[in-house]
């Protein structure tokens, strides 16, 4: 099982940035897919949700509005598009993946630094 994150990087304030997660070993389209972020010195947090069936989205409040969760199912891919970046955005973004029974995977993290 594989869950590989890219799309990080270094962008200023008021940009954007579209991560991706490419997905491989598990059946993609029966997992929920998440994404979640650390920022030095707290706690990982859930930035957004997509179900596996129906593709219905959740986001944390603070992310409402700015950032887009969506999956392409032929392309075992999540993504998450995130505009008009924050300084307080800068984190590791984590892939995640939650199927039946409590099956779950993570990926390694992709590094997304908002900065001037």
């Known amino acids: 099982v594989q869950l590989v994150e890219s799309g990080g990087g270094l962008v200023q304030p008021g940009g954007s940035l579209r991560l991706s997660c490419s997905a491989s070993g598990f059946t993609f389209s029966r997992y929920a897919m998440s994404w979640y972020r650390q920022a030095p010195g707290k706690e990982r947090e859930l930035v957004a949700t997509?179900?596996?069936?129906?593709?219905?989205?959740n986001y944390a409040d603070a992310r409402k509005g700015r950032f887009t969760i969506s999956r392409d199912n032929a392309k075992n891919t999540v993504y998450l598009q995130m505009n008009s970046l924050k300084p307080e955005d800068t984190a590791v973004y984590y892939c995640?993946?939650?199927?039946?029974?409590?099956?779950?995977?993570w990926g390694q993290g992709t590094q997304v630094t908002v900065s001037s």
């Open positions: 997509i179900t596996s069936v129906g593709g219905s989205t």
């Open positions: 995640h993946a939650l199927g039946t029974w409590g099956i779950a995977y």
